[in-house]
């Protein structure tokens, strides 16, 4: 189980976001007289996973503007058994001298940090959170403890840092990337997914006291360990007669949302069909990475109009997969399969990828010069500012009056000009606009 402290000084809120987040008023409370006082531990489901979490609230009531001993004593007992701290400062009192101690010592615990700027209902708060940059623990979460908002997003957060193959909980083996290879009845999946394994993992068949169809895919790339998801049928095709296969809807979106990069992979003989769109355009809505394995580029005669013709599909049907990586490859004799791996990693990288806040709004403030937002009934709409409260996928929010009445042009301007900006070719960029009236 994976185990989460919150901290911070006295009355921020603390309390009220453990409660929030065990979702009952009344946590369990946890005596253990000596060392801790007054220490709350219970278990919750977070982001979908079960985690034991520490208030450290009433461990601090003497620290006014320092950390003094007793209370760092207990804090540091909180987080030396933590795989994760949620930092909660006030965003309504802004940062104080104890909440800059307090952030220097987390930042030396080297212990993965979410930062949260709590007591952000409405506009003020909302501005005021994002003071805590300047604490130098990334991007503050703007949530209400009281209110509720916000908290969906700290879920997420959780899950994500928790399960960052990067920062995996301590002792837990290495977390296989997992990815999906997806795509029409016969582009060559099975072929590909034989390359990649390697045949001996084939002959050798299902693994002691699995099912065959339960056989872990799963191989090992520079990098570390590669899970297949498997996409159901992808092994049983055989036995199917390949006319009346149809691509499973359900069966691919089952897999892109088990996946962090979803590998297409093309019949490039045939190029990229209505079926193909469908399925990057769903990945794309679940917000995967995608790259696209252009196979059977061995039996293809002019590959310079292949390649045009892709780009032509993907230029005007996917504004979405804009730049997405195009590798070719022949699954059947492995040429080319060594660079898919790479480039697999690559996106997975940008898809993970957050962006400072300064560097983030001097490129926003460079866009809003070239382009003014546009006058909605005769009021012009000001962006203030933007964050990146999360990745995967890089989620942006935009911040400033009547900025949810943006018009759908600028929207995409903003996220083209983002995608370019900061070279994530094939990546789902996620756009949030926040009314700050
Ligand atoms: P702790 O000492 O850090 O555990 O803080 P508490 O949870 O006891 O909260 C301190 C005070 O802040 C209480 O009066 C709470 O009602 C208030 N508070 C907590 N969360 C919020 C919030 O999201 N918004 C506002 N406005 N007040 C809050
Ligand atoms: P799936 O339905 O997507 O799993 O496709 P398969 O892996 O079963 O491949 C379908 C057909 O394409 C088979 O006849 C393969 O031999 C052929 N095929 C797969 N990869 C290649 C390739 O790289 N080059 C060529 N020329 N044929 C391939």
Redesign the pocket.
Known sequence: MHRIAIL????????????RLVGRKLAIVDDTPGVTRDRKEAEATLGGLSVLLA?T??LEEAAPDTIPGRMRASSEAALKAADLAIF?I?A?AGITPADRAFANWLRRSGLPVILVA????GRL?TQMAMEAYELGLGDPLP?????G?GIGGLHDEIRDRLTDPGRAPRGEAERPLRIAIVGRPNAGKSTLVNTLLGEERMITGPEPGLTRDAVALEFRDAEGPVRIVDTAGMRKKARISHRLEQMSVAATLAALKEAEVVVLVLDALLGMDEQDLRIARLAEREGRAVVIALNKWDAVEDRAATRKALEDVLTASLAQSKGVAVVPISAATGRGVEKLMPTVREVYALWNRRVPTGELNRWFEAMKERHQPPLVEGKRIKLRYVTMPKARPPTLAVFGTRAELLPEDYRRYLVNSFREAFVMPGVPIRLNLRGTD
Request: proline share 3%.
């Open positions: 911070g000084r006295p009355n921020v809120g603390k309390s009220t976001l453990f409660n208030d609230a009433g909660v006030d309504r709590n007591k952000a209902e708060g949530v209400s403890a009281e209110h908002d």
